[in-house]
């Protein structure tokens, strides 16, 4: 792992942008896996006013999500849908929304197929360019909490539900984010100072700790 110090969020997402952009203008392809949440949508609006303004370079991106909730993608709670409205320029772009309103048993399959025919997954393996990740102050990521049931999974995609979260979720398996080539993960405030430490000490009990190997930290937190 690489801990990247920033003063505050603002910097953060500056240089989460500034290395995206750097990925995406020396590539002929470019596959992004992102994240739900506030936190990376200040990158995510960038992003938007970059397409908007070369919209040649940004034919090649393709996208895809980390996780969902089974929600309709009008739902405020659906990442998908919040996607849309910060970066409303990714529906001109080949991306691969997570099905959701379906039976739970249905959906993991249902996503690795929309994987497979935008490209995401090739000989059975998933692979992208860069993955957007976050951490909990429970130390979750993607829709991976602590003691959660994981069930319905390939080999990439599983449905994830606890009595401490409203709704099951679909998510990408540890396994699956680790194929991306580039992994930043965005982590800022001090209520995940702790947990980010005892994730960079190999604590198995948070999930951030089985994608935190080869990933760029980025934080405000001395740690």
Request: glycine share 4%; net charge negative.
């Amino acid at each position: 792992m690489t801990i990247c110090r920033v003063k505050n969020p603002e910097e953060g997402i500056e240089f989460a942008y500034h290395f995206l952009m750097n990925l995406l203008e020396k590539t002929d392809s470019f596959k992004l896996c992102i994240s739900g949440g506030t936190t990376p949508e200040p990158l995510y609006a960038k992003l938007n006013d970059y397409c908007n303004h070369n919209q040649v370079i940004a034919e090649k991106i393709k996208i895809c999500w980390v996780d969902e909730r089974n929600v309709p993608y009008e739902s405020s709670r659906s990442n998908y849908g919040n996607a849309k409205r910060v970066f409303p320029y990714l529906c001109n772009l080949a991306h691969a929304p997570i099905p959701t309103g379906s039976q739970s048993e249905v959906l993991p399959n249902q996503y690795r197929e929309a994987l497979q025919q935008i490209g995401f997954i090739e000989n059975n393996e998933f692979e992208s360019d860069l993955v957007i990740l976050g951490m909990g102050a429970d130390g979750h990521t993607a829709s991976i909490f602590p003691n959660t049931e994981l069930k319905f999974f390939n080999q990439h995609v599983a449905i994830s539900s606890s009595e401490n979260i409203p709704e099951e979720r679909i998510t990408l398996l540890p396994s699956a984010i680790n194929r991306n080539t580039e992994k930043l993960a965005l982590i800022f405030g001090k209520d995940k100072r702790k947990t980010l430490k005892e994730c960079m000490s190999g604590n198995p009990h948070f999930p951030f700790t089985a994608v935190i190997q080869n990933t760029i930290i980025i934080t405000d937190q001395d740690v």
